[in-house]
């Protein structure tokens, strides 16, 4: 005389015939990976000193990044394509974290010892002019239009940080 199976078994064995179905189609048309040669990096920036903080221009032509001087000064350089490496800064400054604007202007901060000065370049060739007074040093970027800028900060030390505009 034959058994029946209880229905439980019966939908287990539907189930697992199902996965293992699947499992065939799948490994079936996977198309295999094939490895991606990555090129080894090139070496930008000609100085010997420490470059940090890379952007892009809104124009992808130019890149600018913030690099360690003599005497603990920093400055922000500017290197572009088939062009020499040129300061946008100098002195006897600690200058950060360069930002394009979407407009073309730069920002950045400077270092003081009350905290840093959020600064701006409307042109690479203009003086910079103060935007604001921060206790971070944190990245900060544009509005799509330039009109604003937003950062991270906090309003006293014991303080959380926020963002501002």
């Known amino acids: 005389v034959a058994r029946r199976l209880p229905p439980s078994w019966v939908a287990f064995f539907l ?12 490994a079936r048309t996977r198309q295999p990976v094939l490895p991606v040669d990555i090129p080894a990096p090139r070496q930008v920036t000609a100085h010997h000193f420490n470059s940090r903080s890379p952007a892009w221009a809104p124009d992808g032509q130019r890149l600018a990044c913030s690099r360690d001087a003599e005497a603990g000064h920093s400055h922000i350089l500017l290197v572009e394509p088939g062009q020499p490496e040129r300061n946008i800064t100098s002195g006897a400054v600690r200058d ?16 003081t010892p009350q905290g840093f000065l959020l600064m701006h370049k409307a042109a690479l060739d203009q003086p910079e002019r103060e935007v604001a007074r921060l206790r971070l040093r944190q990245p900060f970027c544009y509005s799509p239009d330039s009109r604003e800028v937003f950062v991270s900060d906090r309003e006293a030390a014991d303080q959380p940080a926020r963002l501002f505009r």
């Open 96 to 111: 950060f974290e360069p930002a394009w604007s979407p407009g073309g202007g730069l920002g950045f901060l400077r270092e």
């Open 15 to 26: 189930v697992a015939l199902t996965a293992l179905w699947l499992g065939y189609l799948i």
